[in-house]
């Protein structure tokens, strides 16, 4: 059974009841005999006079009035919805969300689910939930009310419309453009179909998409498409002074971004006039246009002119809102912000009082200390939006205080980061979609460098690894932890398997509609995918209640500490941790022994090419002929430019160790430190690639996505078996009836695979060689792999993969294409993520499949960091596109060196030596060898040798049993 979000009790009623006949006591006792007709006047009245208190008084009175009068039916409904909207626009959010999710309540039970009114509660708190910041819960509400628009009027309905443009004004605030983008042109469609061109609806459309291009630096387009809406608003025949204004003001802050300030003032002026003359003094729409006025002014330099439009924006909203909405608090922070532009910090301090007490609701100072930090973080805030506003505020106090660099005032800027990194980390425990947790981890890195720039590392060096931890892999640590906070007993079976089952369900479904965004998805997926999160919703907070400690021990990631790691450390072996800033990069060196951090003075920007550079001349090699020589330029250059920068300046304590831990940190990420050149050769002229001065030579490296989950897969390490599961499918070149059961895009790709001769040789190298199952060609198929995955301490791939850069979920191993209907042969990221394997090691020899985008925060969305999301703790994954031959033989020998005993990051080193001293000209080039790395727990594993018994070996056993029998004989006759 599906569940809502909030399922109101008889409490819950009855404290909204009792809420409602308290407030209404308070009125003048002549109004409780007023009709609900009378009522409804005088609410009509103080609306159109932006009287919103007034509103809520009446429409709290009508609400309570049909109640007793009609029950709970569609007219309270009514009331309930309009009442939670009077609260939503002046900032009372959760009281809102209450209201709308009672009024959805009502008419889902009264009407079901296929019902304008139903659809207009979708609207509404898919428009709530998106001003609260919410915006998982927004998309999912503005989902629904496509879904149920479409099956009320169909695609060629107004209504259908708008629900389409309300998901594509979300998409481009959540940054999904290209998502956005596909919306808006469809929404544009349908608006000019259905209205013509001169319409008010089709130009709010070409305006979105005009906003969109602007957010994608497209501005020649962006202008195109305002002046289009403009004109067009223009040629109208009734106007509409409110779209025609927003646009001018849009097109009047694209030609701000273009420095084109003149035309920008003349549209923003022009604008103001519109809005006051139409508007009021008094309104929302005048208090936005001297607001962006004052922006302007303030980014011209124009600061006196600046201050009054500000102050006057604060003051509208103040008397319509009150001084507590978001808005306010948004006005304030920027006249702050122009304060310390101006120089005028006593004011700025003055703002910043009022800005903490409009978020607070208390008068608070600005003796900034751990006791301030504390105070701030405990704050009720009841929305998002607002915390982002105490962000925002966090951040102007910081700049307050650069302006005088003394150290009391760095150290009250290191609380200030302090503080913003724990807001951050509260609201990303208020969110269960993953992408929301990685927009706030994203924002919290950069209070986190800011941090780090302020610590003293000799004396904080500790503090300082543990927020560096507190910012990596937190999603992937949060997943790996629900397994064992199983297995300590934390939670029942059911409870433990409910949640698996809910999230591999959200997972599929989300990936069918991003296989089907370009149709719009017309079918009920995208209702299916709602009722599943809102069944995870409740799932979610159901355990927070019920099973406190499992809750805690998934979603309260604490770091590992420098003394843990130490712990777990051989004597050979330490581990290096990156942290990259914006002017300096942070090493943390940590071995049994000691730890210590180095601090690197080094432009991003500059290591950012570097990095590039050197990936570049690695994967590019093989693609580029005709630029060999640059390439190997760029490649002697970078690699020894970023030894003598990265691993150089800690190397001196390296002296007995053979084994390196690498955490790496943004680009370093795609960077193999094994092909790193610790000679200057840059000006050497070689082609000798198997004699060049790499620290593959020196040392063993492994990787991992922070130090935390490198010791809790120490910590927690498998019992498995020692037996291989090894898959090679084949590709055929050529159509055929299997292929064209898919659908387009997976035929293009399947077509797109070319064979992989060497890949079978692979896996029969090691069929002749070790215990397992080996399945090759057509018996290689997603089937196969899913049915025996769960049985094998050891899983080989040697297969293609398919990498998604628009959906890492996407991101894919191709399989042997059979037609079967159940599977399409394609093994996606969320569904290795959800897998139950119990492997020690998983090889992925396939191209790319440690390859995707960085995620502050959680690592690299990779084919490899999906398998570690199902629990396994060792990986040999590759970072760009892999030679099938070079890589043939460098697993065959990494084998051998595995079962011999080796460690695995040992066993991969000594199979690339082994390879590089095997071949000689190009085929030496790191780009073959280097692209392989170990990432995880790289003890050595024991693996189930195959025995084979040669004739002679045969031969000598049985001469020496006929050789017993003989001497057995004759000691019977004597």
């Not at 009672?102 to 139903?118: S, V």
């Not at 070409?206 to 809406?229: D, M, P, T």
Request: net charge positive; charged share 20%; glycine share 4%.
């Amino acid at each position: 059974m599906v569940h809502r979000i909030v399922q109101f009790s008889f409490s819950k009623y009855f404290c909204i009841l009792l809420f409602s006949i308290i407030h209404t006591i308070l009125f003048s006792s002549d109004k409780n005999s007023l009709t609900l007709e009378q009522i409804n006047q005088k609410i009509d009245q103080a609306y159109s006079q932006l009287d919103y208190k007034t509103c809520i008084k009446y429409l709290t009175l009508a609400r309570t009035k049909a109640r007793f009068e009609l029950g709970r039916d569609s007219v309270y409904a009514m009331y309930t919805s309009d009442l939670g909207y009077m609260y939503k626009i002046t900032g009372q959010f959760i009281m809102a969300e209450k209201l709308y999710l009672e009024a959805l309540d009502i008419r889902k039970q009264k009407f079901g689910r296929i019902h304008p009114d139903y659809s207009i509660c979708m609207n509404n708190l898919g428009r709530l939930y998106k001003a609260m910041g919410e915006y998982e819960k927004a998309t999912y509400y503005y989902r629904e009310a496509i879904y149920v628009r479409e099956h009320l009027y169909g695609k060629d309905h107004p209504k259908y419309a708008n629900a389409i443009n309300n998901l594509a004004v979300l998409k481009k605030v959540l940054g999904h453009y290209q998502e956005a983008e596909k919306l808006n042109l469809e929404a544009l469609r349908l608006r000019k179909m259905i209205y013509g061109k001169i319409h008010s609806e089709h130009a709010e459309s070409l305006n979105n998409l005009a906003e969109l291009n602007r957010a994608l630096e497209r501005f020649e387009v962006s202008e195109q498409y305002f002046i289009q809406a403009k004109e067009i608003l223009e040629a109208l025949p009734k106007p509409n002074y409110s779209l025609y204004a927003s646009v001018k003001i849009n097109l009047a802050v694209l030609y701000m971004s273009l420095k084109r300030y003149d035309e920008a003032e003349r549209l923003l002026l022009s604008s103001n006039e519109i809005m006051y003359n139409h508007f009021g003094e008094y309104s929302i729409e005048y208090a936005k246009t001297i607001n962006n006025i004052a922006k302007l002014y303030t980014q011209i330099n124009n600061l006196e002119a600046a201050i009054p439009l500000y102050q006057k924006s604060l003051e509208i909203r103040e008397q319509l809102f009150g001084p507590h909405h978001a808005l306010c608090v948004h006005a304030t922070n920027s006249l702050i912000k122009l304060y310390i532009k101006k120089g005028n910090y006593k004011l700025a301090k003055k703002y910043a009082k009022k800005a903490l007490f409009q978020l607070s609701h208390q008068q608070l100072d600005l003796n900034i200390n751990q006791n301030w930090h504390y105070t701030i973080s405990l704050i009720k805030i009841p929305s998002i939006t607002l915390k982002i506003e105490l962000i925002k505020l966090l951040d102007n106090l910081y700049d307050l205080l650069g302006t005088n660099l003394i150290s009391e005032n760095k150290i009250k800027q290191k609380i200030i980061t302090q503080t913003a990194i724990s807001i951050y980390q509260n609201i990303m425990k208020s969110f269960i979609s993953e992408q929301d947790k990685l927009r706030v981890m994203s924002k919290s890195y950069d209070w986190m460098i800011r941090q780090f720039e302020l610590m003293d590392m000799e004396n904080e060096l500790l503090d300082a690894f543990q927020v560096a931890e507190l910012h990596k892999s937190v999603l992937l640590m949060e997943a790996t932890k629900s397994s064992t906070s199983h297995h300590l007993g934390n939670i029942p079976d059911s409870i433990y398997y409910q949640e698996k089952m809910l999230l591999k369900k959200k997972e599929s479904l989300e990936t069918m509609i991003g296989e089907r965004m370009n149709s719009l998805n017309s079918d009920s997926l995208q209702s299916t995918l709602i009722n599943v999160n809102l069944e995870l919703n409740a799932f979610i907070t159901h355990i927070h209640k019920q099973y406190p400690m499992y809750y805690n021990s998934r979603f309260n990631y604490k770091p590992a500490t420098i003394q843990n790691i130490q712990s777990q450390l051989e004597d050979k072996s330490c581990l290096i941790e990156y942290v990259i800033g914006n002017s300096s990069v942070y090493i943390f060196y940590i071995d049994k022994h000691q730890y210590f951090l180095k601090k690197i003075q080094l432009d991003y920007f500059i290591l950012k090419e570097k990095l590039e550079g050197l990936r570049y001349a690695l994967s590019e090699i093989g693609y580029a002929p005709n630029k060999r020589l640059q390439l190997n330029n760029s490649l002697f250059k970078n690699a020894y430019w970023c030894y003598e920068n990265l691993f150089k300046p800690i190397e001196k304590n390296l002296k007995d160790k053979s084994h390196v831990i690498i955490i790496p940190d943004n680009e370093l990420v795609q960077i193999p430190f094994e092909a790193l050149l610790s000679k200057d050769i840059s000006n050497v002229e070689t082609s000798q690639y198997n004699k060049l001065p790499y620290l593959l030579n020196r040392y063993s490296f492994s990787y991992n996505y922070s130090a935390t989950l490198w010791l809790q897969n120490m910590q927690d390490r498998h019992k498995s078996n020692d037996l291989i599961l090894g898959c090679a499918p084949f590709y055929r070149l050529s159509d055929s009836s299997a292929i064209n059961k898919r659908n387009s895009i997976n035929k293009q790709l399947r077509k797109s695979l070319a064979p992989l001769p060497s890949a079978k040789k692979e896996i029969m190298a090691l069929a002749n060689n070790f215990e397992g199952l080996f399945v090759v060609d057509s018996m290689a198929t997603e089937a196969t792999f899913k049915k025996n995955a769960s049985q094998y301490g050891i899983i080989h791939l040697a297969m293609h993969s398919v990498f998604n850069e628009q959906n890492p979920m996407l991101t894919s191993l191709a399989f042997t294409e059979n037609g079967d209907s159940t599977q399409n042969n394609l093994l996606y990221s969320y569904e290795i993520s959800r897998h139950d394997f119990v492997a020690n090691l998983v090889v992925l020899s396939a191209c790319q499949t440690g390859f995707g985008k960085y995620e502050k925060g959680n690592g690299v969305a990779s084919l490899g960091r999906a398998f570690m999301y199902a629990g396994v703790p060792s990986l040999v994954v590759s970072l760009w596109q892999v030679d099938d031959i070079a890589t043939s033989n460098i697993m065959k020998e990494f084998y051998e060196y595995l079962a011999n005993g080796l460690s695995k990051s040992e066993a991969l080193r000594l199979a690339k030596l082994n390879y590089l001293n095997n071949v000689s000209g190009l085929q030496a080039h790191p780009a073959y060898w280097s692209p392989f790395i170990q990432i995880g727990n790289s003890e050595p594993i024991k693996i189930q040798r195959k025995y084979t018994y040669a004739p002679w070996y045969i031969g000598l056993v049985m001469m020496c049993l006929v050789a017993g029998l003989i001497f057995w004989n004759r000691r019977r006759i004597f």
